[in-house]
């Protein structure tokens, strides 16, 4: 059934085959999301954080709480005075390892390991496709952020225990009940 989460601060081991395929950026998107069509939204995800090669590899890890933070600038600061903050992939490993979610919070890599890009439409391609598919013109939905950077993921279990990206600029920042995975 799987070895239960381990405490905060509890150091532990996790190990990642850095060459399965599961684990590769697109890999890893893909056991999310599953495989994308040519021309799916999945095809602006880009990964930004740290990606591991490489084999076989184990290490040391632990989970830390650092309370309510508002925003990702800050969180990334009180984690470091923790350990430092693993590629996004060793949340695969984590859950492998931890696959019974302990109901006692969230568990995240706060890596920024992907952004999802959006491409600016053309208001006229947009309307006339539209209008020569039938559809209400008049309702164009809201213009994406103009700056991809800003729209920053961090992988995350939810309960029970579901992978999911979550924003890393939330406008709530992040709850106290957020456990953070870092190197130990």
Same mark, same amino acid.
């Given at each position: 059934?799987?070895?239960?989460?381990?405490?905060?601060?509890?150091?532990?081991?996790?190990?990642?085959? $850095? /060459?399965?395929?599961?684990?590769? *950026?697109?890999?890893?998107?893909e056991t999310l999301?599953?495989?994308?069509?040519?021309?799916?939204?999945?095809?602006?995800?880009?990964? /930004?954080?740290?990606?591991?090669?490489?084999?076989?590899?184990?290490?040391?890890?632990?989970?830390?709480?650092?309370?309510?933070?508002?925003?990702?600038?800050?969180?990334?600061?009180?984690?470091?005075?923790?350990?430092?903050?693993?590629? $996004?992939?060793?949340?695969?490993?984590?859950?492998?390892? #931890?696959?019974?979610?302990?109901?006692?919070?969230?568990?995240?890599?706060?890596?920024?390991?992907?952004?999802?890009?959006?491409?600016?439409?053309?208001?006229?391609? #947009?309307?006339?496709?539209?209008?020569?598919?039938?559809?209400?013109?008049?309702?164009?939905?809201?213009?994406? *952020?103009?700056?991809?950077?800003?729209?920053?993921?961090?992988?995350?279990?939810?309960?029970?225990?579901?992978?999911? #990206?979550?924003?890393? /600029?939330?406008?709530?920042? #992040?709850?106290?009940?957020?456990?953070?995975?870092?190197?130990?």
């Open positions: 059934m799987g070895q239960p989460y381990p405490d905060l601060g509890q150091i532990f081991s996790l190990t990642l085959n $850095g /060459d399965a395929t599961r684990i590769s *950026p697109v890999g890893f998107i999301y599953g495989r994308p069509s040519i021309g799916s939204v999945l095809d602006n995800w880009k990964v /930004d954080g740290k990606q591991i090669a490489g084999g076989v590899q184990t290490r040391q890890f632990k989970l830390v709480s650092v309370g309510a933070v508002p925003n990702r600038p800050e969180l990334i600061t009180k984690l470091q005075t923790e350990g430092r903050i693993p590629a $996004g992939q060793w949340i695969m490993a984590f859950m492998e390892t #931890f696959p019974v979610h302990d109901c006692k919070g969230h568990v995240g890599v706060a890596d920024g390991w992907v952004r999802l890009e959006y491409p600016i439409p053309d208001p006229v391609k #947009f309307t006339e496709s539209r209008r020569a598919a039938g559809g209400d013109i008049g309702k164009i939905p809201p213009e994406p *952020p103009s700056n991809p950077k800003e729209d920053i993921y961090f992988p995350t279990i939810y309960f029970p225990a579901f992978l999911i #990206f979550e924003a890393a /600029d939330r406008e709530d920042g #992040f709850p106290a009940g957020f456990r953070w995975l870092v190197g130990a």
